[in-house]
């Protein structure tokens, strides 16, 4: 089967690391820590982005593999990397065929990624597959929001949200698919991300962490 490495989404690339910057100083850097504080060994982080996550590793993280489809996303990851406190190699691909053997990682970092892959559940059982038993998924997504009048906002906005998000959509119950997949919800926190105090489309997220058997 051919496998697309490289996916283009040039204004989205453009755009990405300035509105990400912005949330990481209104507090989504706190989440980035509370997300990677107990991971450890070798972690597989998928759609890394421009690296926002590589400062915050830990020191117990002895190698990051991060996974980028998006060329300039993936040169600012580099760079990022060349700075991280870790090891982190930066790799073009897929979550949804992810290029490394069964149970070779410790941990799968999943970072506002399974909002936008095409195939989340393809992605999550690529996830299981490639952790070890007993390994974890780290996750920090925005959600389909609990409040049903707020879902069905979320859902008619997924009719265009996806195109200027590179395939980011609003609407999705990603916890659901994490325990379909076959993983156990150890830790989900809930909560409204408000900037300034006020609310938007993917103000719903959730940080936790799910358990592989
Ligand atoms: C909203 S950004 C999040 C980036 C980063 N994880 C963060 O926390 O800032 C979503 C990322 O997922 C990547 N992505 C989209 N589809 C993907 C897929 N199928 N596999 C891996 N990454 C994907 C995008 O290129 C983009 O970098």
């Known amino acids: 089967m051919f496998i697309r490495m490289t996916v283009r989404h040039p204004l989205f690339a453009r755009r990405y690391p300035r509105v990400s910057d912005y949330e990481d100083a209104h507090g989504a850097l ?73 149970h070779s990682v410790d941990a799968v970092v999943a970072s506002q990624v399974l909002c936008s892959v095409r195939d989340v559940p393809r992605c999550l059982a690529e996830a299981a597959r490639v952790l070890r038993p007993g390994g974890h998924l780290y996750f920090y997504e925005h959600i389909r929001s609990p409040r049903p009048d707020l879902a069905r906002m979320q859902r008619a906005l997924d009719l265009v949200w996806p195109l200027q998000g590179a395939g980011c959509h609003l609407a999705r119950d990603t916890e659901r698919a994490i325990t379909d997949a076959g993983f156990a919800i150890d830790r989900a926190r809930h909560f409204d991300f408000l900037i300034g105090g006020r609310p938007g489309p993917s103000s719903p997220r959730v940080i936790g962490t799910a358990t592989i058997g």
Do not use: M, S
């Open 30 to 102: 706190a989440h980035r820590r509370e997300l990677l504080a107990g991971a450890g060994g070798r972690v597989l982080e998928i759609g890394a982005g421009h690296g926002a996550n590589f400062r915050h590793y830990p020191p117990a993280v002895r190698q990051v593999i991060a996974i980028e489809p998006e060329p300039r996303l993936r040169l600012l990851a580099e760079r990022a990397a060349a700075h991280a406190p870790v090891p982190v190699r930066v790799h073009p691909g897929h979550a949804e065929h992810l290029p490394l053997p069964d």
